[in-house]
């Protein structure tokens, strides 16, 4: 069984920062796809970024510049700068994985809050 568990969310100011940290444990196909989303309530998931087992970041247009991805093997980090009351959310971590680079595999964590404060 896969566990996804994430950690560093909480309260912070506008213009403050939090570090998340994801932690993929169990037996899976290596990880082709480590991310991100977030949700607000009555708010579809939206991604936030993602990263390649190769090191290649795609970011939200919203977030370009604010956030930075990093992994570490089968641990992502999500390192959030200058953030906004409307990034208050659940923020998701989220792995694929697979046999030849596929993403056959969909793992989700449970989440962790984010609140920002205005």
């Known amino acids: 069984q896969v566990q996804l568990v994430e950690s560093g969310g909480g309260v912070v100011q506008t213009g403050g920062s939090l570090k998340l940290s994801c932690v993929v444990s169990g037996n899976f196909f290596r990880l082709n796809m480590m991310g991100w989303s977030r949700q607000t309530p009555g708010k579809e998931r939206e991604l936030v970024a993602s990263i390649t087992t190769g090191g290649l970041a795609e970011y939200d247009d919203a977030v370009q510049d604010r956030f930075t991805i990093t992994r570490d093997k089968a641990t992502d980090y999500l390192q959030m700068n200058n953030l906004n009351p409307e990034e208050t959310a659940i923020y998701f971590c989220?792995?694929?994985?697979?046999?030849?680079?596929?993403?056959?595999?969909?793992?989700w964590g449970r989440g962790t809050q984010v609140t920002v404060g205005s």
């Open positions: 989220r792995a694929q994985s697979g046999p030849n680079l596929s993403y056959e595999y969909d793992y």
